[in-house]
């Protein structure tokens, strides 16, 4: 905005300037130029005076060469005799003297020469002439140094009023820049951030008033929705339990665990509900976190389980932060859901690798892809991860839904032979902020 109003200003004001500056210059220059005819025309009357008086006197001459010295023009007087006074010889066969002796009337005339005035007098002994003329450098003289002037004056009220408008758009755009602030703030989560706009314009205080209303109204959903959510927990728990009751209460034990692998499924079904429900609650707005420490922190916690189990667990963290767009509690259930189905589909001892890295990146975190990936070495399966026995299928359907909110695609399952599965979770963007998808490794 502020760059927009300094060009307007410019453009007006240069319009403004030019329509001013342009007739301004051409007025001078005439003034000039009328200036230097009219003391001219001065300087010859006043000669044409002298020769009236003193024609026939010898002194004449030095009178005139007085009367010409400390003006700009020259002049000169062609005697009744033709001698030429102040100029060279011959000037006395000029045609505009002849001209003037034949037709006795006095005229200006205008070239590239200059200016010039010629005044016949006439004498007892005939007809003087009297010839004064200006120069085109006379003529114009002091036009340069009056034109410099102007303009020099044109671009300091140009000058003058960009500055102004800079500082007018810079009290313009400045409340508008705390207003964007303050929305970029709530954008990353912060929403006890409110805008103060002081000094700004009606329509910004309003703008403020409204962008704080917003994050009013925003506060109370979510408070609503977290409310909600609890009593979505409880309302669904409470008749889970009542049928698993009713289930070990069933005579026939074969229906007996089969309502129980039911109603545990349904179970299990709930919770991922529940907890893809309570997403927004755990992360108000958008949400980031540090990927190592994140899956460093999983790692130490499933490292005793592998101990026990024999499983030889290679580990490749790195030693910087990674940040990724994700909530921390998220990344850690998607860390924990993939070591998990490690340790429930494959036999004890056998090795499994969780790595993150940086992908196409920078030292310096100016850019590139974070990629985690967690692999086994199991026998593979004949089927598809639905036919698993005492699996749901509802972890990794669980990963696909969080990368999904943040805008990426699933992982995929390995395949029969080889290695049981592989998954990987891909995260790329300019600054590493931003989840594109969620591939296999």
Known sequence: MRRRISWLVALTTSTVVVSFVIPLCLLVRSMVEERARAGADQEARNIAILVARLHSSPEMASVIAEQDQGVEASTAVITTDKTVLGGPQT???????????????????????????????????????????????????????????IIALGLSL??????IAFRLGRRVSEPLRQVADVAHRLREGE??????????TEETEELAQ??????ERTGELLAAERAAV?????????????LRLDAEAVPDPELGSRLQEHIAALQVTIDAIVTEARRPVRSDLRAQCDATSAVADRVDFWRALAEDQGRLMKVAVPARPLVVPLAEDDLTDMVDVLIDNVFHHTPEETPFAVDLRLVNGVADGGGGTVLL???????????GRRDRPGSTGLGLDIVRRTASGCGATSP??????????????????????????????
């Open 158 to 163: 140009m000058a003058l009023s960009l500055l």
């Open 373 to 383: 990936t967690v692999v086994d070495d199991g026998p593979g399966l004949a089927g």
């Open 210 to 215: 409204a962008l704080n209303g917003l994050a």
């Open 191 to 200: 929403l006890d951030a409110r805008a103060h706009v002081e000094g700004g």
């Open 230 to 242: 609890g009593d979505l927990s409880h309302r669904l728990r409470t008749p889970v339990s009542a």
């Open 91 to 149: 000037l006395a066969k000029d045609p505009e003297i002849r001209l003037a002796i034949r037709s006795q009337t006095s005229f200006t005339r205008t070239d590239a020469t200059g200016f010039r005035v010629i005044i016949p007098v006439q004498v007892e002994e005939g007809t003087a002439v009297v010839r004064t003329s200006v120069t085109p450098a006379q003529l114009h003289q002091g036009v340069t140094r009056a034109w410099t002037a």
């Open 412 to 441: 995929s399952s390995g395949a029969a032979g080889g290695r049981a599965w592989r998954s990987g979770c891909r995260w790329c963007g300019p600054d590493l902020h931003d989840l594109v998808s969620l591939i296999d490794a």
